[in-house]
């Protein structure tokens, strides 16, 4: 499987993921996710952006609305059409491209910063992606993204509950074990049986790395890393959003801020 194959699945969840997550059911991403990436962000007013892995656009509208220049690209077509609709509807000076992360169609040196928002996980040529996105950084600037936990999601995972139903442990396996890709079905556990009526599950394939692999990826691609994140949500969090209460106990995403060097 390769990110063109990757991207025929992905094609095929745009508009349910638009429909559903636009809802307000991505609760991870909202509560919790994005908002612990764009606290650990550098400022990036005035600054010319690359999102990659934009998706339906809507993190990289909050980019555009702390004053940074954007462009952003995604593989799914569909995804594209989505984000494009958005910015007709509330322009913001983004420009939305279908392109690949693995052959990024911008000169060297075209970026002062990238982003990745959950997307660098889904792309089978991962080492390659991180290439490209060094290629079209500017010398010091920087590249942040966000992956799932590689320690925590895991090929074998199970939520281990109380009589509560609140998770207390989390059981994890096959974390060495990575055997080639899966494909996975899943829809957002937040949204109820009338919004899921008519909506296939997402089809998402995976491609398991370690965190060793991950972090000797990105300083083999010629980046320093500068920060690491991993965002856990406060009880406030999971007072207004319960769903969320499982990232209290291990930690589900991974943040990383790599710069690349200045000369």
Known sequence: MDHLDVGRYWDGNADAWTR???AGYDVYRDRLN???FLAMLPGVAGLQGLDIGCGEGTNTRQLAARGARMCALDISRRFILHAR???RDEPLGIRYLLGSAVELPFRDGAFHFCTAFMSLMDIPENEQA???AHRVL???GFLQFSITHPC???PFRRNVRDEAGRTIAVQIGDYFGAGGPRVDRWTFGAAPPEAREGVEPFTVPRF??????WLNAVVDAGFEVEQVGEPVADDATVAACPDVQDTQVVG???HLLARKARR
């Open 85 to 87: 609709q958005a910015e």
């Open 138 to 140: 500017r010398p010091g």
């Open 252 to 254: 589900y995403f991974l």
């Open 208 to 213: 398991d790395h370690t965190l060793s692999d």
């Open 130 to 132: 991180l290439r490209e």
């Open 20 to 22: 559903l997550s636009r």
């Open 152 to 154: 925590f999601d895991t």
């Open 34 to 36: 994005t908002p612990a």
